[in-house]
């Protein structure tokens, strides 16, 4: 046993807590304060940072302003998009401390004018629980469109099953948002590297078998069999939100929601004229607060679209982040695409070759007389395995059994490239 | 903290500028602060970049520079627990048990205690490098840690804030000296949160002309002065246009070389798309610059080089 350490405390215990900054309490107070405004910049520095960057500090001594800043840097930062945020910051704070007061003030408009004036999202829905009776009384109920097929032999459950999302009411859309928490969520696994124990196993698993064995000193040697462990694969999703798109992109934030925060690995990208990663804003426990938050985040709601351009981005940028182990790609758009269509197919190419699956789900699918006649449809189409609609909880729920098993032979894009071509 | 062991450890940044480039490595002074502090406060360091910008070379040269073992855990999706810290040699086991049965031992604690000792354990990179030589702590290089999954990326917590790993039938082995602990990440996916708290963390950009210009001359024994010149000026070049995979130092490197070993002593079209694959590795990028492209490129550094020339 010599060579094992000793069981007490090492040196490195003594070096996380800083000897206190002999003379100099202002650098101190400084750092407090500059964390405090990389804070109010978004950045996330713990108290932990804190004690580390005196620590720092203290360690370098003041030296030149570059080891200064790649000290600072290295215990503020702790992922490559906040760099620039943190070196703006950097740049104005320690150049002039008379500054630090106004740039707070720039930086959190909010905190001026006062957290409560803005409304909570939650809010819509407090409200909605009051007064739902009463709007539920004054608003005339909006006829279904021709499009459904309301036969007598459906239920009113069916028919609501099959409302579009974008003719709904508010009061259906609510149901419609129940009725996606109550949704079964795919069950696709795949099988990992790492194993599992199972009594239905192929391979021997020597580590648990010994184990197992030494209870009877080694006497008795039952096997331990173990299996390859399974796992959903990642889900990325890819969502258009330009003005076409509205109103199927948000109840589509709400399926987004739930299969977030009941699976792992769920990446969330909005688009319309650039790029945004909305991960980490719907990982919000509230759905609603979940929705505005990505709201937030995004600059180009309802505007534009300029897919081609925005697929280049996310395969640069994402691509090899997000799609690793055998992502499956949910690309939700109506391919009316703007810009050329040359560059729109050459990233849908890209993007199909690194995943596992690309699924394109088109609201334009709603229409029963839909042909792929328009020139971004046209160049898409060759690269995706399926096409679905998403159009209403019928079709949501479609995809979910799509996800959970094998690709549905109605869903193929050749169909509708057949018929595109020859009428167009 | 560890002057016991190997070469001192540098008191100051100019001193960590020294030791590396005694190796031949040329680290910029942000990157040489960062480790300048990771040494002195102990803590790992979380090296993040594109793929080729000599990441896990700071490991290795660190290690040879300092004079200690260097100990590599390369990450992949699916390592577990056994082949990353400790394995038991069950073969070995199994024949002291049957030993004991044939010499008629029955005391089961002894047998217990028998085969779980360090003579049946087979150390894997994590126990190695908390264990150490003694009076040496090994430098532990983590590469490319985004290619594990979660469950080792939490793993690894307990050992980067603790320098320990517990074995069940053994207890709790502990760093008598923390090694000097190097993580890389290619950023193909997200390292959690929690993980980059405990280390320190340091983007690897691409390195600017002049620090380009010098590792070539530093790393490609033989290699003209004008063509380096040109070979830096045409991957600054390169960077900077949009293509799939920008070309790393490394292939940097590769390509002065691949020319060097050519007896090129300037750079023209025919032999940039002849060695172009040593360059860039995507075949749109290597299309692309083929092309009418490339062409624009070499003629503008030209142009460039003989401006600052002049």
């Known amino acids: 046993m010599e060579t094992f350490g000793p069981h007490q405390a090492s040196g490195r215990d003594g070096i996380v807590v800083p000897p206190p900054v002999q003379g100099d309490g202002r650098l101190a107070d400084n750092v407090v304060h500059f964390a405090r405004v990389l804070r109010k910049a978004g950045l996330k520095p713990g108290p932990g940072a804190v004690i580390d960057a005196i620590a720092a500090i203290d360690a370098i001594g003041i030296g030149s302003r570059i080891e200064f800043h790649a000290a600072l840097s290295a215990v503020f930062v702790k992922r490559h998009e906040d760099q620039p945020v943190f070196d703006e910051a950097f740049s104005i704070f320690w150049r002039s401390r008379d500054l630090v007061g106004k740039m707070i003030a720039l930086m959190s408009p909010v905190a001026a004018i006062g957290e409560r004036q803005k409304p909570k999202a939650g809010g819509a829905r407090v409200s909605d629980a009051l007064f739902a009776e009463k709007q539920r009384a004054s608003k005339p109920k909006e006829e279904p469109d021709v499009e459904i097929d309301a036969r007598l032999t459906v239920s009113a459950q069916e028919v609501f099953r099959r409302l579009d999302f974008g003719q709904m009411t508010s009061t259906e859309l609510r149901e419609a948002r129940r009725a996606i928490e109550r949704l079964a969520m795919p069950r696709d696994l795949v099988q990992m590297r790492r194993y599992t124990l199972s009594p239905r196993g192929r391979g021997i698993d020597a580590r648990a078998t010994m184990r197992q064995s030494l209870r009877t000193g080694g006497d008795l040697m039952l096997p331990k069999f173990r299996v390859r462990r399974q796992q959903p694969p990642p889900l990325v999703v890819l969502a258009d939100i330009s003005g076409s798109m509205s109103q199927y992109t948000r109840i589509f934030l709400h399926f987004l929601h739930v299969l977030t925060e009941r699976r792992r690995r769920v990446h969330t990208f909005l688009f319309g004229t650039r790029l945004t990663n909305v991960t980490r804003q719907l990982r919000h426990r509230d759905p609603d607060e979940a929705i505005a938050q990505c709201s937030e985040a995004v600059a180009d709601w309802s505007g534009g679209t300029r897919i081609g351009e925005t697929l280049k981005l996310f395969n640069r940028h994402w691509g090899r982040r997000v799609l690793g182990q055998g992502a499956v790609v949910l690309l939700i758009t109506d391919g009316l695409e703007r810009d050329e269509v040359e560059l729109l197919s050459r990233e849908t190419d890209r993007l199909h070759r690194s995943c596992r699956r690309l699924v394109w789900l088109n609201p334009l699918l709603r229409f029963s007389g839909f042909e792929a006649r328009a020139r971004g449809v046209l160049a898409m189409l060759p690269h995706v395995d399926e096409l679905r609609s998403v159009h209403n909880l019928e079709a949501l729920s479609d995809l979910v059994q799509s996800l959970s098993g094998a690709p549905d032979r109605d869903c193929d894009p050749r169909r509708y490239l057949g018929s595109g071509r020859s009428q167009s | ?310």
């Open chain 2, 1 to 310: 903290m560890a002057e016991t062991s190997g070469k001192v450890l540098p008191e100051s940044i100019d001193g960590i500028i020294d030791l590396l480039s005694a190796e031949d490595y040329l680290a910029a002074r942000p990157l040489a602060t960062v480790l300048f502090l990771a040494l002195r406060m102990g803590r790992p360091l979380f090296l993040e970049g594109e793929a080729g910008v000599g990441k896990t070379e700071v490991a290795k040269v660190l290690a040879k520079a300092l004079d200690r073992p260097l100990i590599r855990l390369q990450c992949y999706e699916g390592l577990d627990v056994a082949s990353a810290v400790y394995e038991w040699n069950y073969p070995a086991q199994m024949l002291e048990i049957r030993m004991a049965e044939a010499s008629g031992v029955s005391d089961r604690s002894r047998l217990e205690s028998d085969i779980f000792s360090e003579r049946y354990l087979i150390r894997r990179p994590v126990l190695q490098a908390i264990q150490g030589e003694p009076g040496r702590a090994p430098v532990f290089l983590i590469d490319e840690l985004d290619r594990t999954d979660e469950a080792f990326e939490a793993f690894l917590l307990e050992v980067l804030s603790d320098f320990q790993v517990t074995i069940p039938e053994f207890g709790t082995v502990k760093a008598a000296e923390p090694p000097i602990v190097i993580v890389t990440s290619n950023r193909t996916r997200e390292v959690h949160d929690a993980l980059k708290r405990r280390c320190l963390y340091h983007w690897v950009d691409y390195p600017s002309a002049a620090d380009e210009l010098a590792i070539i001359r530093r790393k490609v024994k033989g290699c003209n002065e004008q063509l380096s010149r040109q070979i830096v000026a045409y991957v600054q070049k390169l960077r900077t246009i949009d293509l799939f995979k920008n070309p790393g130092i490394a292939e940097t490197i590769d390509w002065a070389t691949a020319l060097t070993e050519l007896d090129r002593l300037a750079l023209d079209p025919e032999t940039i798309a002849d060695t172009l694959g040593t360059l860039l590795k995507y075949q749109e990028d290597i299309a692309r610059i083929q092309g009418s492209d490339g062409e624009k490129l070499l003629s503008e550094v030209k142009a460039e080089l003989l401006a600052k020339a002049g």
